[in-house]
């Protein structure tokens, strides 16, 4: 039975219901948005921009980034399986979704996110995702800002009712009818001279997302 479900929800059908219910979902939400425009004025002055934040906080803004297809961002998702239903229901969202991890395909997925932002200037990454540890900034994240000087927008989602999963990330899920806040920090610029200046730069990042992650 259990290996039947899981057949199930990786059928077209069952994602499309997926997409649907989530954007219903989380219409629920009570949502206020904080410091947006300080990043779409220089994305709109063709500024390369890329959105990051926890893996245990994307998915309240599901619904929200819709609003940004018009800009033809990119995000990068692993090759798992779980990471099938996330890329289907990005891309309906607007969001093109080159696949692969450091685990696997992470080489090629990470070359066409950087052509991606190199085309189109804007795309969103997950900073500890597929698999954690839970508030490790992953290096990929500095090569992309190098390679494509894009400014580094950090966000923070939190709610005064939600669940957190027992899982690696603690993901939450914001309860119907939530107060829902979608905070954007000011954009932060990364860059490097020097090879041994790369891990300080992770360090830096980390140090900044720390205080927006919830224990």
């Known amino acids: 039975m259990i290996k039947k479900f899981k057949y199930i929800i990786y059928t077209r059908p069952f994602i499309c219901f997926l997409y649907y219910f989530i954007r219903l979902y989380t219409a629920t939400f009570r949502l206020k948005i904080e410091n947006e425009k300080s990043w779409q004025s220089m994305l709109n002055g063709n500024q390369p921009v890329i959105l990051v934040t926890w893996h245990q906080q994307f998915f309240s803004a599901i619904r929200h980034?819709?609003?940004?297809?018009?800009?033809?961002?990119?995000?990068?998702?692993?090759?798992?399986?779980?990471?099938?239903?996330?890329?289907?229901?990005?891309?309906?969202?607007?969001?093109?979704?080159?696949?692969?991890?450091?685990?696997?395909?992470?080489?090629?997925?990470?070359?066409?996110?950087?052509?991606?932002?190199?085309?189109?200037?804007?795309?969103?990454?997950?900073?500890?995702?597929?698999?954690?540890?839970?508030?490790?900034?992953?290096?990929?994240?500095?090569?992309?800002?190098?390679?494509?000087?894009?400014?580094?927008?950090?966000?923070?989602?939190?709610?005064?009712?939600?669940?957190?999963?027992?899982?690696?990330?603690?993901?939450?899920?914001?309860?119907?009818?939530?107060?829902?806040?979608?905070r954007f920090l000011d954009p932060i610029h990364v860059y490097g001279e020097k090879n041994e200046d790369f891990e300080v730069l992770r360090e830096r990042l980390e140090t900044l997302m720390r205080p927006g992650l919830h224990p």
């Open 65 to 182: 980034f819709k609003k940004y297809a018009r800009y033809n961002p990119g995000l990068m998702i692993s090759r798992s399986r779980d990471g099938d239903l996330i890329s289907a229901v990005a891309r309906r969202s607007g969001w093109r979704t080159p696949r692969g991890s450091s685990s696997r395909g992470g080489k090629e997925a990470m070359a066409e996110m950087i052509t991606h932002l190199n085309t189109h200037g804007f795309g969103a990454h997950i900073l500890d995702g597929p698999t954690g540890p839970m508030g490790k900034v992953k290096p990929g994240i500095i090569k992309m800002a190098l390679q494509t000087n894009a400014l580094l927008v950090p966000f923070f989602i939190d709610s005064h009712q939600a669940w957190f999963f027992n899982s690696w990330d603690h993901f939450m899920i914001p309860k119907p009818f939530a107060k829902v806040r979608l």
